[in-house]
């Protein structure tokens, strides 16, 4: 073990008894480099934080830019801060007209909690409804949305009430009534094992709130900046929500997470009280510079429409793979689920998967998915090393399972 390793298991806060722990020294594109002198494809991209890859020139030219001119000044919505402007301003041209008024916060889990307060207050009700197999972020509002009982239980009481459905199940709307404040969901769920609704299920839900008055809170923390193959996964649904929430690929590697929707829905956290919702480092300069800088490259390179294209390419590989453990894989852009027949199988071959030198993990609330969520410019030669690896990652599972 390193020096570093010791310093990381005794004193860092361990969130698993697990930890993948490699040693990073240095990450470039898709690659992560590590200290025993080993590099690994990231196929997972710091959990679909990393759209554009790893050290991006034009990211980091902003960040030194910035860097050079101030860091922290004031807490958020005191100073004009020409990075937060611009990078707001650019954001509310690219979303829904109806989605222009943005509230940048440190994270996406952060986000979520400004647009519970903003719907609560903006409708002056209390219950909020989410979706089985949800993840929005663990504070203690986040995580009362949370689709897993068993992640909720240790810490209740949460915030309530909160009515749980199941997603895509039209029928299950009509529990939607008008003493609930906001709907909160995924327009396409990713730690639940990839699960993408139908259009028929989106639209159903957009008219169940309009007709109760309850907001549509879509979180696109994961499906934001393209990575579903459009720069916003609403897109695909062509419902609008009222409130949209961001975070990961927002800050182009920094922290950065914002929810956007409406002046008087926003604006209502501003008065009675005012600074009823602050926060000291939400939209930090240096997240806003890098977070336009990639915003700026996931456009201007077309991106969204690679991802669309890589991501199909991933796909029919892994179904070419023709592993008989494999029940499905689904997937939209560059995410992308691998569902096995069983959650031991699939342990051991993303265990496997990452000995051979690719980064893949499984879903919080799903134990048979893989997922995979590269940087959307992963190169095709880098799938291909991919593919390789899983191949004989799937060999070497089936050897174990047969022990
Ligand atoms: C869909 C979704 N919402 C919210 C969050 C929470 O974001 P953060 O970890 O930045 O608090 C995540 C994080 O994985 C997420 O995937």
């Known amino acids: 073990m390193t020096e570093l390793s010791d310093l990381f298991r005794r004193y860092l806060a361990q969130t698993s008894d697990s930890p993948i722990g490699l040693e990073i020294v240095r990450a470039e594109g898709s690659w992560l480099y590590t200290a025993d002198g080993r590099r690994y494809l990231d196929l997972i991209a710091g959990i679909g934080v990393s759209a554009l890859g790893h050290g991006h020139p034009a990211v980091l030219e902003a960040i030194e830019r910035q860097m050079r001119r101030h860091l922290h000044v004031m807490v958020y919505g005191e100073y004009v801060i020409e990075s937060q402007a611009r990078l707001a301003a650019r954001l509310a041209h690219l979303l829904p007209p109806s989605l222009s008024r943005i509230y940048f916060t440190n994270s996406g889990a952060e986000a979520i909690e400004g647009s519970i307060k903003a719907a609560r207050k903006f409708t002056g009700r209390r219950a909020l409804a989410a979706f089985d197999g949800a993840y929005h972020g663990d504070t203690a509002g986040a995580l009362s949305l949370a689709g897993n009982p068993a992640f909720r239980a240790p810490f209740a009481p949460l915030l309530g009430p909160v009515l749980h459905l199941p997603y895509g199940d039209i029928g299950a709307l009509a529990a939607i009534d008008s003493s609930?404040?906001?709907?909160?969901?995924?327009?396409?769920?990713?730690?639940?094992?990839?699960?993408?609704?139908?259009?028929?299920?989106?639209?159903?839900?957009?008219?169940?709130?309009?007709?109760?008055?309850?907001?549509?809170?879509?979180?696109?923390?994961?499906?934001?900046?393209?990575?579903?193959?459009?720069?916003?996964?609403?897109?695909?649904?062509?419902?609008?929500?009222?409130?949209?929430?961001?975070?990961?690929?927002?800050?182009?590697?920094?922290?950065?997470?914002?929810?956007?929707?409406?002046?008087?829905?926003?604006?209502?956290?501003?008065?009675?009280?005012?600074?009823?919702h602050i926060t000291t480092f939400g939209g930090h300069p240096l997240?806003?510079?890098?977070?336009?800088?990639?915003?700026?490259?996931?456009?201007?390179?077309?991106?969204?429409?690679?991802?669309?294209?890589?991501?199909?390419?991933?796909?029919?590989?892994?179904?070419?793979?023709?592993?008989?453990?494999?029940?499905?894989?689904?997937?939209?852009?560059?995410?992308?689920?691998?569902?096995?027949?069983?959650?031991?199988?699939?342990?051991?071959?993303v265990a496997e998967t990452i000995r051979r030198g690719v980064i893949i993990n499984w879903t919080l609330n799903a134990d048979t998915v893989v997922r995979l969520a590269p940087p959307l410019a992963v190169a095709e030669k880098d799938i291909d090393f991919a593919i390789a690896a899983m191949r004989d990652a799937l060999e070497e599972a089936r050897i174990q399972s047969r022990a």
């Open 180 to 276: 609930v404040a906001a709907v909160v969901i995924e327009p396409i769920q990713a730690e639940a094992g990839v699960r993408i609704p139908s259009t028929a299920f989106m639209s159903a839900l957009r008219d169940r709130c309009d007709q109760t008055g309850t907001l549509l809170i879509f979180d696109e923390v994961l499906t934001g900046l393209g990575r579903t193959g459009v720069l916003f996964a609403l897109e695909h649904f062509g419902a609008v929500p009222d409130i949209i929430v961001m975070a990961k690929a927002l800050g182009g590697g920094l922290p950065l997470g914002a929810f956007a929707g409406r002046d008087e829905i926003i604006g209502t956290l501003s008065h009675d009280p005012p600074l009823g």
């Open 287 to 349: 997240s806003c510079a890098a977070g336009l800088a990639a915003l700026e490259t996931i456009v201007n390179e077309g991106l969204p429409a690679r991802a669309a294209k890589i991501g199909e390419y991933l796909r029919s590989r892994l179904l070419a793979l023709k592993a008989p453990e494999i029940a499905a894989v689904r997937g939209i852009g560059l995410l992308v689920g691998v569902d096995f027949r069983s959650a031991d199988f699939a342990h051991r071959f």
